[in-house]
């Protein structure tokens, strides 16, 4: 019985090691996207990939490393061209309010970009609130994890105190 809950406090802790270096590794991307020559962001990018490929791995969880960073890396792609569109979006609206601006009047052609950049904007805020609220359950999750492993290991603690 002591041996099952063992062996499942030991496999929430690697998958603990798995989700965090998951963690570590988009932390890094969006870090590059904003500062590609970030070195400590590079570093942090090869630790992560090469711990995902590294022969060690097959120990932590029975997926695939590659499997894993394949999809991280299709993620970070949807992310770049989801900020590129937005920064696209961004400047057209700016675009917009300048000509409005300068014309002194309200075109209707500019009105109606602005609102499908409005909505386009509103669905993105919604999309990243999604991930972020996802990201917080992970946390959560994570947070519990590590208190049943600390629950664990104060009672094989006391009993061996006992005995």
């Known amino acids: 019985m002591k041996l099952a809950v063992l062996k499942e406090n030991m496999q929430g802790l690697f998958n603990a090691v798995v989700v965090q270096a998951a963690d570590d590794y ?12 970030d070195k400590a962001a590079l570093a942090m990018l090869e630790d992560c990939s090469s711990f995902f490929l590294s022969e060690d791995f097959c120990f932590f969880t029975s997926v695939p490393g590659a499997d894993i960073l394949h999809r991280l890396e299709r993620e970070q792609e949807e992310n770049r ?4 569109a937005f920064r696209e979006l961004k400047a057209e609206l700016a675009k917009a309010r300048q000509a409005f601006v300068e014309s002194n009047y309200c075109d209707e052609a500019i009105l109606e970009k602005g609102a499908i950049i409005a909505a386009s904007l509103k669905d993105m805020s919604r999309q990243a609130k999604r991930q972020w ?7 959560r999750r994570d947070k519990k994890m590590m208190q049943d492993f600390e629950n664990w290991r104060r009672e094989l603690k006391w009993q061996k ?3």
Do not use: H, N, W, Y
């Open 133 to 139: 609220k996802q990201l917080f359950r992970l946390e």
């Open 26 to 37: 988009r932390e890094a991307t969006v870090t590059l996207m904003e500062k590609p020559d």
């Open 161 to 163: 105190i006992a005995s």
């Open 81 to 84: 061209k989801k900020v590129e």
